[in-house]
C-alpha cells in the first residue's frame, strides 16, 4: 500500500473517530433511544465516492472497531458493524448510478439501511421480532439525518475538488461524476 494513500486513509478515520466520539459527548437532543445524527457518516460517504470500495470498508472498519473499543461497549460493536456494513454495500450500490449532484441521496439511503440493519441485529440480540414495531420512528429520524450527513459530504466533495484535492471526475483518476451538471 502506497504511504500517501495509507495516509490518506489513517486521517480520514482519524476524523471519522473523533466525530464519532464527539457526537457520543453531546447531550441527547431527542429522548428516544438509538437516535442520533450519525456524522461520522460523512467520511463514509465521501470514502465511498472519492476513494472507492476498498479504501472505505477498511476507514468504516476501523472506525467500528476502535470506536466500540474507546466507548467500552461491546454492544456498539454489533449494532455498528449491522448497520454500517448494510449502509456501504447500499453506498456502493448507490456509487454507480449518482452524479455529484446526487450524493446527499446516499446519505438517506445509507441511514434508512443502518438503522434497519440496527433493527435486525437488536431483533437477533433480543430475540424477538417486535422491536421492528420501533424501526419507524428510526426511519423517520434516519431520514432527517441522512439528509443532513449527505448534504455534508455533498458539499465536501465539491469543495476539495474546487480547489483542486480530488480530480475533476471525484476520485483517483476514476470516472464517477461529472461535473458538467
Not at 65 to 74: D, R
Not at 86 to 114: D, N, P, Q, S
Request: glycine share 10%; proline share 3%.
Amino acid at each position: 500500500m502506497r504511504t500517501k494513500r495509507l495516509t490518506k486513509m489513517s486521517l480520514l478515520t482519524a476524523i471519522a473517530l473523533t466525530i464519532f466520539i464527539f457526537e457520543a459527548q453531546i447531550p441527547v437532543i431527542i429522548p428516544v433511544p438509538g437516535v442520533k445524527m450519525g456524522l461520522a457518516n460523512i467520511i463514509n460517504i465521501y470514502a465511498v465516492f472519492v476513494l472507492g470500495p476498498a479504501d472505505a470498508l477498511c476507514i468504516l472498519l476501523c472506525r467500528i472497531f476502535l470506536g466500540s473499543a474507546f466507548s467500552g461497549q461491546i454492544m456498539v460493536l454489533l449494532y455498528s458493524l449491522g448497520g454500517g456494513l448494510l449502509c456501504y454495500l447500499a453506498m456502493l450500490l448507490m456509487r454507480r448510478f449518482l452524479t455529484l449532484k446526487e450524493i446527499w441521496v446516499a446519505g438517506i439511503v445509507g441511514a434508512i439501511v443502518h438503522n434497519t440493519g440496527q433493527i435486525l441485529v437488536a431483533a437477533v440480540v433480543m430475540k424477538t421480532v417486535s422491536i421492528f414495531y420501533y424501526l419507524p420512528v428510526l426511519l423517520i429520524s434516519g431520514i432527517f439525518a441522512g439528509l443532513l450527513t449527505g448534504l455534508s459530504a455533498q458539499f465536501l466533495i465539491n469543495h476539495m475538488s474546487l480547489i483542486g484535492k480530488i480530480d475533476s471526475n471525484g476520485g483517483d483518476k476514476r470516472k464517477i461524476f461529472k461535473l458538467k451538471d
